[in-house]
């Protein structure tokens, strides 16, 4: 069938991308479900920095591809082999499709799925498969999902289904923010109520994050970033401290404030001077836990002795150690009952065709997350 998607054909273009366009709308070729796959009509995909990471080329990805992973929609039609989705039935997109088989998948750590990890770099399917064509060019898949067009061929395994009562633009942040931010928080940290938390860096996985240390029972919730507005929207959410990065003496400030640093610290920016902050900030025997995605080449570094003798903990997080199948739907059902509004994060929504002026919105740190509505 013919489908309208958005593809990427060159890595690193400058902004404003409203004028040097990166991201074409085009019309592909989308093959039909093979063995183990589904067919999807897209509702809703939010613009995220791991789309926009991949724009701007500190997330080298083959090209062209079509980019989109944070998605809703509804299923279309299924191939042989899927006995557990129908057509009609709303499902949730996630960007690691755990294979099952591997040894992190066995041990219950799908986030880490190696198949799902080499096929994600090559920008197919789990299958080995691409399904997206423009007559006899490939268009490589964004992590097994390519989100940004009208319908989409994914793995089985990329798919959660969900609760039909939610609007598709509500339901499609539980993909990537959702869970890689209030996972990180549960899953990662696995955070103690009354414990002392900050995030640096209110994208949307941090103030998902954020929101997730209120709903675990955090005492005290820091959040730190560069933009007066988002320090603004935190305090909306339910932090009880603010501080502006760009403060020089920042560090200082809290470490004060808090009595000598905090107990978890999430570091959700993907840049190396939030990192240094967030493990600055970090009380003596506390944990940071990092979410970003940087620059392959970037390296961070810090104290060594800090480790030993402060007994710091440094650890990643990846989709929020989460296991989606488990995890999404907990949190919806906390979505539900009102205990992690994270609809407060949707800033506006776009055609698809707005794309690279949405992308140029989110690069300016004002908005937490912009949804494209099909």
Same mark, same amino acid.
């Given at each position: 069938?013919?489908?309208?998607?958005?593809?990427?054909?060159?890595?690193?273009?400058?902004?404003?991308?409203?004028?040097t366009?990166?991201?074409?709308?085009?019309?592909?070729?989308?093959d039909?479900?093979?063995?183990?796959?589904?067919?999807v009509q897209?509702?809703?995909?939010?613009?995220?920095?791991?789309?926009?990471?991949?724009?701007?080329g500190?997330?080298?990805?083959? $090209?062209?591809?079509? *980019? #989109?992973h944070e +998605? =809703? @929609?509804?299923?279309?039609? %299924?191939?042989?082999? &899927?006995? /557990?989705?129908?057509?009609?039935?709303?499902?949730?997109?996630?960007?690691?499709?755990s294979?099952?088989?591997?040894?992190?998948?066995?041990?219950?750590?799908?986030?880490?799925?190696?198949?799902?990890?080499?096929?994600?770099?090559k920008?197919?399917?789990?299958?080995?498969?691409?399904?997206?064509?423009?007559?006899?060019?490939?268009?490589?898949?964004?992590?097994?999902?390519?989100?940004?067009?009208?319908?989409?061929?994914?793995?089985?395994?990329?798919?959660?289904?969900?609760?039909?009562?939610?609007?598709?633009?509500?339901?499609?942040?539980?993909?990537?923010?959702?869970?890689?931010?209030?996972?990180?928080?549960?899953?990662?940290?696995?955070?103690?109520?009354?414990?002392?938390v900050?995030?640096?860096?209110?994208?949307?996985?941090? $103030?998902?994050?954020? *929101? #997730?240390?209120? +709903? =675990? @029972?955090?005492?005290?919730? %820091?959040?730190?970033? &560069?933009? /007066?507005?988002?320090?603004?929207?935190?305090?909306?959410?339910?932090?009880?401290?603010?501080?502006?990065?760009?403060?020089?003496?920042?560090?200082?400030?809290?470490?004060?404030?808090?009595?000598?640093?905090?107990?978890?610290?999430f570091?959700?920016?993907?840049?190396?001077?939030?990192?240094?902050?967030?493990y600055?900030?970090?009380?003596?025997?506390?944990?940071?836990?990092?979410?970003?995605?940087?620059?392959?080449?970037?390296?961070?570094?810090?104290?060594?002795?800090?480790?030993?003798?402060?007994?710091?903990?440094?650890?990643?997080?990846?989709?929020?150690?989460?296991?989606?199948?488990?995890?999404?739907?907990?949190?919806?059902?906390l979505?539900?009952?009102?205990?992690?509004?994270?609809?407060?994060?949707?800033?506006?929504?776009?055609?698809?065709?707005?794309?690279?002026?949405?992308?140029?919105?989110?690069?300016?740190?004002?908005?937490?997350?912009i949804?494209?509505?099909?």
């Amino acid at each position: 069938m013919k489908v309208k998607s958005a593809v990427l054909h060159e890595l690193g273009l400058p902004q404003p991308y409203k004028k040097t366009k990166p991201i074409k709308i085009e019309t592909l070729d989308l093959d039909s479900p093979q063995y183990g796959e589904v067919q999807v009509q897209i509702k809703a995909a939010s613009l995220c920095h791991s789309d926009l990471s991949v724009i701007n080329g500190s997330r080298p990805r083959p $090209l062209p591809m079509a *980019l #989109g992973h944070e +998605a =809703a @929609g509804v299923v279309t039609e %299924v191939g042989e082999g &899927v006995t /557990d989705l129908y057509p009609g039935d709303h499902v949730v997109c996630v960007f690691v499709p755990s294979c099952g088989h591997c040894v992190p998948c066995r041990e219950g750590r799908p986030a880490l799925c190696e198949p799902a990890a080499e096929t994600n770099n090559k920008g197919t399917l789990l299958s080995g498969g691409v399904r997206l064509h423009k007559g006899d060019e490939v268009v490589n898949h964004h992590v097994g999902v390519s989100a940004f067009s009208e319908y989409v061929v994914v793995s089985r395994n990329s798919l959660v289904k969900v609760d039909k009562n939610i609007p598709f633009e509500k339901i499609a942040l539980f993909g990537c923010a959702v869970i890689t931010g209030v996972g990180a928080v549960v899953n990662t940290a696995n955070i103690k109520m009354g414990s002392t938390v900050a995030i640096v860096g209110l994208g949307g996985i941090g $103030l998902s994050a954020m *929101l #997730g240390a209120v +709903a =675990a @029972g955090a005492s005290r919730v %820091v959040a730190v970033d &560069v933009n /007066d507005n988002k320090l603004k929207q935190a305090l909306e959410l339910g932090a009880t401290d603010v501080f502006n990065s760009k403060d020089s003496d920042v560090i200082e400030q809290i470490r004060v404030a808090t009595g000598g640093g905090l107990d978890n610290v999430f570091e959700t920016a993907g840049v190396v001077p939030a990192l240094e902050v967030a493990y600055a900030i970090t009380k003596r025997g506390g944990t940071t836990v990092t979410t970003g995605l940087p620059h392959p080449e970037h390296k961070f570094s810090f104290p060594y002795v800090t480790l030993t003798a402060d007994e710091k903990t440094l650890k990643g997080s990846y989709v929020g150690s989460c296991v989606p199948d488990r995890d999404i739907p907990r949190f919806i059902k906390l979505y539900s009952q009102g205990r992690l509004p994270v609809d407060k994060l949707l800033a506006r929504t776009i055609s698809l065709d707005e794309i690279n002026e949405g992308f140029d919105q989110l690069a300016s740190g004002d908005f937490s997350r912009i949804i494209i509505t099909f």
